[in-house]
């Protein structure tokens, strides 16, 4: 199994960022994917996730502002995150399973500052 997150960096407050993960090693259309954050000093925080019929769920922090997809042709998986705040700043991992607790990726760094 392999995940492999990319689309990080630095953004200002209300800007957009699109995180993109990339699977591989494992039937990819059949399991739920999600996506975790964890912040300096906290502990890791489940976001959002979207399950194999593409149902999806997102924790109250970001509705209406972040959006889940997959693509199970590409075995991919991004989150679209608009309006972004200094407290979305975190280490993103994309994760299987719909909990953010499966195996993981290696995480990608959002910054959000002016």
């Known amino acids: 199994v392999q995940l492999v997150e990319s689309g990080g960096g630095l953004v200002q407050p209300g800007g957009s960022l699109r995180l993109s993960c990339a699977a591989s090693?494992?039937?990819?259309?059949?399991?739920?994917m999600s996506w975790a954050r964890q912040a300096p000093g906290k502990g890791l925080e489940w976001v959002t996730s979207?399950?194999?019929?593409?149902?999806?769920y997102y924790t109250d922090s970001i509705k209406g502002r972040f959006t889940i997809s997959r693509d199970n042709a590409k075995n991919t998986v991004d989150l679209q995150m608009n309006s972004l705040k200094p407290e979305d700043t975190a280490v993103y991992y994309c994760?299987?399973?719909?909990?953010?607790?499966?195996?993981r990726g290696q995480g990608t760094q959002v910054t959000v500052s002016s």
């Open positions: 090693g494992f039937t990819f259309s059949r399991v739920a």
């Open positions: 979207i399950h194999s019929d593409g149902s999806t």
């Open positions: 994760a299987m399973g719909a909990t953010g607790r499966g195996t």
